[in-house]
């Protein structure tokens, strides 16, 4: 049974960075093929795909955001972190983590609850 | 990148009913498109994987068709619990894009 939890600071200023942490069980991603990713959605809005990590340490960017953007992973605690510079109030939303299916392109079959995070001062 | 352009936006329908979405990609995507459902407050729920394969669990009432531009989301008889936003979402070379989201709502 795959399950992944986001977890994070529910408020963040503008300009500071923001670090989501992506908690896994059910797979490994040192096994071949696997992948996870993140997606946000603001409130009211439609998904906006954010990242991608594989389990061979490959990284894939939304190329909108790509410079604020860092993905990286922790095989031992099974953990994926997130990490997005120069926040600004647009980027209030619901951060999400989900499994990339192996062998099915990037189909992302289980996701967390996702995180509300709102950018104020 | 590729864009995703969903239509309609809004979609009234009465339980029943046969209810087509439909998705374009600005250039070919082979295959390699999925379809979601989101309810309000919920995570997306995986519906069809690779254009036309029914996930796991899905009423086959639910059903996927098309390749290269074009692509079509259909519920053969629409039922309650089908009242819910859908969203394409296509992924190529490792490339990710959401459509803007159809939404299915009571008439």
Same mark, same amino acid.
């Given at each position: 049974?795959?399950?992944?939890?986001?977890?994070?600071?529910?408020l963040?200023k503008?300009?500071?960075?923001?670090?989501?942490?992506?908690?896994?069980?059910?797979?490994?991603?040192?096994?071949?093929?696997?992948?996870?990713?993140?997606?946000?959605?603001?409130?009211?809005?439609?998904?906006?795909?954010?990242?991608?990590?594989?389990?061979?340490?490959?990284? #894939?960017?939304?190329?909108?955001?790509?410079?604020?953007l860092?993905?990286t992973?922790?095989?031992?605690?099974?953990q994926?972190?997130l990490?997005m510079?120069?926040?600004d109030?647009?980027?209030?939303?619901?951060?999400?983590?989900?499994?990339?299916? #192996?062998s099915?392109?990037?189909?992302?079959d289980?996701?967390?609850?996702g995180?509300l995070?709102?950018?104020?001062? | 990148?590729?864009q995703m352009?969903?239509?309609?936006s809004?979609?009234?329908?009465?339980?029943?009913?046969?209810?087509?979405?439909?998705?374009?990609a600005?250039?070919?995507?082979?295959?390699?498109?999925a379809w979601?459902?989101?309810?309000?407050?919920?995570?997306p729920?995986?519906?069809?994987y690779?254009?036309?394969?029914?996930?796991?669990g899905?009423?086959?009432?639910?059903?996927?068709s098309?390749?290269?531009?074009?692509?079509t989301?259909?519920?053969?008889?629409?039922?309650?619990?089908?009242?819910?936003?859908y969203?394409c979402?296509?992924?190529?070379?490792?490339?990710?894009?959401?459509?803007?989201?159809?939404?299915v709502?009571?008439?």
């Open positions: 049974q795959i399950t992944l939890k986001e977890s994070g600071p529910t963040v503008p300009t500071q960075a923001l670090t989501l942490t992506c908690t896994f069980s059910g797979f490994s991603l040192s096994t071949s093929g696997e992948g996870v990713g993140w997606i946000r959605q603001p409130p009211g809005k439609a998904l906006e795909w954010l990242a991608l990590i594989f389990w061979d340490d490959d990284k #894939r960017y939304s190329p909108s955001l790509q410079s604020r860092t993905v992973k922790d095989t031992s605690k099974n994926v972190v990490r510079t120069n926040m109030p647009v980027d209030t939303a619901t951060y999400y983590c989900a499994h990339r299916r #192996r099915s392109g990037t189909t992302l289980y996701w967390g609850q995180t995070v709102t950018v104020s001062s | 990148d590729i352009t969903q239509s309609p809004t979609l009234s329908a009465s339980v029943g009913d046969r209810v087509t979405i439909t998705c374009r600005s250039q070919s995507i082979s295959s390699w498109l979601y459902q989101q309810k309000p407050g919920k995570a729920k995986l519906l069809i690779k254009a036309s394969n029914l996930e796991r899905v009423p086959s009432r639910f059903s996927g098309g390749s290269g531009t074009e692509f989301l259909t519920i053969s008889s629409l039922q309650p619990d089908d009242f819910a936003t969203y979402q296509q992924y190529n070379s490792y490339s990710v894009t959401f459509g803007g989201g159809t939404k709502e009571i008439k």
